[in-house]
């Protein structure tokens, strides 16, 4: 071999030992196997509410259970709002987010004509999960705030 040759294989052996292999999957692995607390942001796409309340309510995905209610502001940053749920999670079981805004800052969730609202499921096991304002996919969660 050439000296050029040998340096491409020593070059192309240690850009393949850093790029982790299989030990960057099993980190990976570990870390969504490990219990978390779920953090929701909303990302600049919910700007638009700065000044508004934001309310959340984890909830066990197979009963319904509530596990926790949050709130903070809207913001004018990205992301406009975060919010972190007290429990520890199981990584190995499904949650169901519901989230408000209180568009006319009564402090009650109305109508969704009135209170942008939203439900959905985190990806399992995932400890940050981003939400993007979109008025079209609004659901009726008031009955999880009272």
């Given at each position: 071999?050439?000296?050029?040759?040998?340096?491409?294989?020593?070059?192309?052996?240690?850009?393949?030992?850093?790029?982790?292999?299989d030990?960057?999957?099993?980190?990976?692995?570990?870390?969504?196997?490990?219990?978390?607390?779920?953090?929701?942001?909303?990302?600049?796409?919910?700007?638009?509410?700065?000044?508004?309340a934001?309310?959340?309510?984890?909830?066990?995905?197979?009963?319904?259970?509530?596990?926790?209610?949050?709130?903070?502001?809207?913001?004018?940053?990205?992301?406009?709002?975060?919010?972190?749920?007290?429990?520890?999670?199981?990584?190995?079981?499904?949650?169901?987010?519901?989230?408000?805004?209180?568009?006319?800052?009564?402090?009650?969730?109305?109508?969704?004509?009135?209170?942008?609202?939203?439900?959905?499921d985190p990806?399992?096991?995932q400890?940050t999960?981003?939400?993007?304002?979109r008025?079209?996919?609004?659901?009726?969660?008031?009955?999880?705030?009272?």
């Open positions: 071999m050439t000296g050029r040759a040998v340096f491409l294989t020593i070059a192309a052996a240690l850009s393949l030992a850093a790029c982790g292999g030990e960057v999957s099993s980190t990976e692995d570990a870390r969504s196997a490990a219990p978390y607390q779920l953090t929701v942001r909303g990302d600049g796409t919910f700007q638009a509410f700065a000044g508004d934001v309310r959340a309510a984890l909830h066990l995905k197979a009963d319904n259970q509530r596990l926790d209610l949050t709130q903070t502001t809207v913001g004018a940053s990205n992301p406009a709002f975060s919010v972190t749920f007290a429990p520890t999670l199981d990584p190995a079981t499904q949650y169901h987010l519901h989230y408000w805004i209180d568009v006319d800052g009564d402090g009650v969730c109305d109508s969704p004509d009135v209170d942008e609202q939203w439900a959905v990806p399992l096991g400890a999960f981003e939400v993007t304002h008025a079209s996919d609004v659901s009726d969660v008031c009955g999880s705030f009272h």
